[in-house]
């Protein structure tokens, strides 16, 4: 990717502004078209990480059919519906009130191996005597609320149904276009 690409891209002017909302035109460099940005999905990477919630979006034929509202994504042959995020910003190491709103990605590993998903924070905190579990990364305040504590690389999305917010190391955008040559909308994600 040129530099002058590469400092365009969505993932760039994020760490630049610190916050993104989905709307406006963006162009995928890959398919060389031009698209609406109409939300974000968090996203875990890394091999040694079990297949998590939102990566099977990417594991799925990108032909196949898409149901998209506005809030949830599901592919027509998969069970689970994904959140759609409609904002997405740095946590700049911010603290984060848990509970059964907040979706916690970044700590997913082996600790939580066969928990359901996505990982609520009221369902992370019931699992706090697990072994392995990321004390370091919560505090808990003189009214016994507990918080997680984000990291400076992490981001927060926010803006979905029902006041839903989850921090994640990574994210996808999800893009429609309208292809020309068949006059038909598509969507897809797209690393960011």
Not at 77 to 92: A, H
Not at 103 to 126: C, F, M, N, Q
Not at 147 to 173: A, H, M, P, R, W
Request: net charge neutral; aromatic share 14%; proline share 3%.
């Amino acid at each position: 990717m040129n530099s002058q690409l590469q400092l365009s891209s969505i993932r760039e002017i994020l760490l630049n502004k610190g916050e993104i909302y989905a709307k406006g035109r963006v162009k995928s460099e890959s398919m060389q078209e031009e698209m609406s940005l109409i939300g974000f999905v968090p996203y875990l990477e890394g091999a040694d990480l079990p297949l998590d919630l939102y990566s099977t979006l990417l594991q799925c034929d990108l032909n196949a059919h898409l149901i998209v509202t506005p809030f949830f994504i599901r592919y027509s042959d998969d069970k689970n519906i994904y959140p759609v995020f409609k904002s997405i910003s740095l946590t700049n190491g911010n603290k984060y009130k848990v509970n059964k709103n907040l979706i916690i990605e970044t700590i997913y590993g082996s600790w939580v191996k066969g928990a359901s998903r996505p990982l609520y924070g009221d369902y992370i905190i019931s699992k706090r005597n697990w072994k392995g579990f990321p004390s370091d990364r919560f505090e808990t305040d003189e009214n016994k609320d507990t918080y997680y504590l984000s990291k400076e690389q992490e981001f927060v999305l926010t803006n979905s149904l029902g006041d839903i917010v989850c921090i994640s190391d990574y994210f996808l955008c999800l893009c429609s276009f309208i292809k020309s040559s068949n006059w038909y909308a598509k969507l897809y994600c797209f690393y960011a």
